[in-house]
């Protein structure tokens, strides 16, 4: 305790000195903290989006299924047998065919994914109701803003597409878009054109087959006939992994700025313990041991891990509560890297993650703290306390 | 009177298209002994159209029946010394950038040909028309001078990649001179023009075809024979898979 009372005197004595290095250190352990936050909030939002959008409770693949391997696409699809049909019954499952296509907006070939999906499915938050309520000639289909963007097209647009049945047979016919739907998940937009199952199942006379199923939520089964079980955790992969890579590199930014503080820190301690000789010598004179001096010391360094906390505290909060209310807008480049990302990421700031930074903000204060200060264990009392430099 | 005349009319229909069903098969095999040979070997220029610019490719072939075929690419630089082996329903390539020889197969065959309007699956279908299509003449028109019959092609089998075709066949000399080839649905997918009819060795043959997607942009692929050669002794070691890295 009183060695806690003399570091912050002395701290607060040392005036602008203290206050630069407590200043970095804070700004260190606040940016530490965004980062983190904004990370988790992300990482968050994504896992969310992408199983609202895409993954739901896991999937279930044909065994020949790849999505890195779209000229096997053709061969990818079984027949949806008694045991999917009652699951799908039971809402626990909905069927998607997949299959390979070209369109031809405004002349320009592009290779597309036609994606024949249950329009009456609750299971993901694709729009599919709306592939319904259609009565035209032309083939009902919905795209993603992206999708929208890139080809040039709008709702109520007519879209030429060419695709092969099961045989290879070329067919062609004239899709309406029913739909442009928003979503923060690229990998359900970028080339790919949804359209009734029935309708795709027709149009490639592969009748009453899928390519896989995307599981509900709360889907308990695993494999079933030649289905192959893919977790969330499986398919959210690529994503941990993008966000791993990203917290990797933003760790550089704060680590920077902790290892300005913490030089600052030791230079302050080496050149206290230098100019405050005769103080470490009365100490010993008045009987502390060198131990309980070089606690001090160390206490007094530590110390400014402890100030740094408390003015982040003061500036950090409402800055960081200010981010999370009003989220931090996200450029839009980032989604043209097939990255699921929002236009706005909600930071979360876990106590965990709190709790690890204040540790490291305060061991690695001590630990630069205390190595200088084992300076004065070789110190001889008497020259200390004439204040000889040794 | 009436009824008579009715009846006449039925029958000379009848007839007509009797006549036009068996006319539309002959056609074909006449079209197919026209086309196809022992073997050739000849140069080509493959010239693809694009929106903003073209690019002519030229190679030399070797071919035998339609089983065995070998291409070499001459020119330009990038693609010279790229060689294609396809026996029977195989397809190789080899590459010197890489030096090293790829099996195109699946459904890699139906990818474009170094950017053109064809496919590999539209260089590899080496059936006979009459094997895949019957056919039946549905009119007759001038194409480019020429008299021509139009002749309509509906698959009789399954993996065919054009359910229908159109052709306007010269009347006189037994070749196409105009392909259309149909979707499932009717959509008209792509044209062929053919021309320069010569004849080469007894038998007349179209040595420039221009292949157009009708369903995108560009003027099409272009793709002229030179100095073509029927019948002639081929070493049976052109069509091995050591000859593509010689």
Redesign the interface.
Known sequence: MLSLKLAFRNLIGAGLRTWLNVSVLSVAFVVMVFYNGMLDGWNRQAHDDTINWEVGGGQLWHPLYDPFDL????EAHGVIENQAKKLIGQKQITPVLVTQG?I?PH???QNILLKGVQPEQEIIGLPTSNLVSHAGQEIPAMIGKRMALFTNLKKGDNV?V?W??K???????EFNIVEIFNSNVPTVDNGQIYLPLNTLQEMTGMIDEATLFVAATNYTGGNFDEWQFKSPKYLLKEIDEIIKSKKAGSAVIYILLLSIALLAIFDTQVLSIFRRQREIGTYIAMGMTRSQVVRIFTVEGAAHSLLALGLAAIYGTPLLYLLQKNGIPISQTFDSLGVSIASKIIPVYAFAMIVLSILLVVVSATIVSYFPARKIARMKPTDALKGKIQ | MTMKISIAIVLVFLLMAKAFGQDGTEILEKIDKNMSSTNRIFESSMTIHGKRNSRTITSRSWSEGVKKSFSEYLSPASEKGTKMLKLANQLWIYSPSSDRIIQISGHLLRQSVMGSDLSYEDMMDDRNLTEIYSAEITGKEVVEGCKTLILLLKAKVENVAYQSQKMWIDEERMIPLRQELYSKSGQLLKRMELSDVEKIQGRWFPKTILFKDLLKEGNGTEFKMTNIKFDQQIPETIFTKAALKQ
């Open positions: 000229l096997g696409l053709q070209s031809f002349g320009r070939m030429l060419r092969r049945d045989n290879g047979t070329f067919d062609a016919r």
